[in-house]
């Protein structure tokens, strides 16, 4: 069992920044390949972006050079900077733990473990 925690969502003017972190307890957190997702009002949970045990990255192409997501296995932690926010990101963010390492895997199922969520809120 791994447990998530995402925190350091809010409200952010169009334009703006914000860094979500999601904390991991339980089992080895180096083990897991970590995505996150957003999930708008009304709408399916959608792939945000990845990151490998290996650090390898892959990102839905509507954050691609606005997005970065990062890890600290020391820390236990997975981090997504999100710059150059717009409206059209304002969405419930969640972090997602994958057994499976390697590899771009962008849907819902692919992931085992899930946190309960921060809200992201930009306003234009």
């Known amino acids: 069992q791994v447990q998530l925690v995402e925190s350091g969502g809010g409200l952010v003017q169009a334009g703006g920044s914000l860094r979500l972190s999601c904390a991991a307890s339980?089992?080895?957190?180096?083990?897991?390949?970590m995505g996150w997702f957003l999930q708008a009002p009304g709408k399916e949970r959608e792939f945000v972006a990845r990151i490998t045990r290996g650090t390898i990255t892959y990102y839905t192409d509507s954050v691609k050079g606005r997005f970065t997501i990062s890890r600290d296995n020391a820390l236990n932690t997975v981090y997504l900077q999100m710059n150059s926010l717009t409206p059209e990101d304002t969405a419930v963010y969640y972090c997602?733990?994958?057994?499976?390492?390697?590899?771009?895997?962008?849907?819902?199922?692919?992931?085992?473990?899930w946190g309960q969520g921060t809200q992201v809120t930009v306003s234009s």
């Open positions: 339980g089992r080895t957190f180096s083990n897991y390949a």
């Open positions: 997602a733990a994958d057994t499976l390492k390697y590899g771009n895997r962008p849907h819902v199922g692919d992931y085992e473990y």
